[in-house]
């Protein structure tokens, strides 16, 4: 595959799910989570998108209940159209994986799990895309996810997905997992979609697009409510769109998503 020509394609971005939160207890808040997710699925498919992006913590942790992993095949399988899931720390897929007690592959074939160490990229051939991630492969403190990412390829759309933290002026940097304003500069990359952070915001990244869809329903209170919609047009622009999971909520615009520059680690 070596056109360039690129196809008009939508893609809905969502991460941070956190599916089985509170399945150890019997507070019944798992509803809301779920919910959620059921919002995310009918989003994209009333969108008709011709990807859907989980960009880690689609799971809480590895010991959510049987009922909480067929909920979540069921809802995936739903989905009917490519969908790849890039898992975090909470989510990740080393040892003891929650991804190991389900057979994914055969409940929900439409779904790609990227578990590389080193990362790894999937292609799929008929929208000329490729996407590159690496995943979480245990809580490794100083994992990074975009460190050393490959050159990116002949296809048409080149996206990445990772789960940490964008690095700028008000983040700690003791904050583990570091995605920094230059890796995503000269990753070459049409978008990346990020997960780790409950809010919606876009992050300076040269002239690539990158962004946190924000969580699908906060955690502790905070109400996420949004998946992105990015729009990858042949004329090459990158728009997200904040599209809201709720009735009533509102839809934010490219322009007006919020957004932060990064910090030079160098000038400190
Ligand atoms: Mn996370």
Known sequence: MTTKLR????IVHTSDVHLGAYDAGNSGDSV?????????VNLAIAEDADLVI???????NSRVKETTLEFAASELARLNR???IGPGNHDHVGPYSVYDRFDLATLAPNVTLLRGRDGETAVFEDLNLEIWGRSHTETLMDFSPFEGIPERGDYAWSLAVGHGHFIHPKALLHHSFH??????????RDYVALGHWEQMTRVAAGETVAAYSGASEGLG????GHALRVNLNSDGTVRATALPLQEGGSIIEHEDLPFLEGLDLNSL
Request: proline share 5%; charged share 20%; net charge negative.
């Open 7 to 10: 196809p008009n394609l939508k």
């Open 32 to 40: 809301h989570l779920e919910e959620a997710f059921t919002a995310v």
């Open 54 to 60: 989980i960009a880690g913590d689609f799971f809480d």
């Open 82 to 84: 490519p969908t790849i």
């Open 179 to 188: 995605i920094l304003e230059s890796e995503l500069a000269a990753s070459g």
């Open 221 to 224: 209170g905070h109400n996420g």
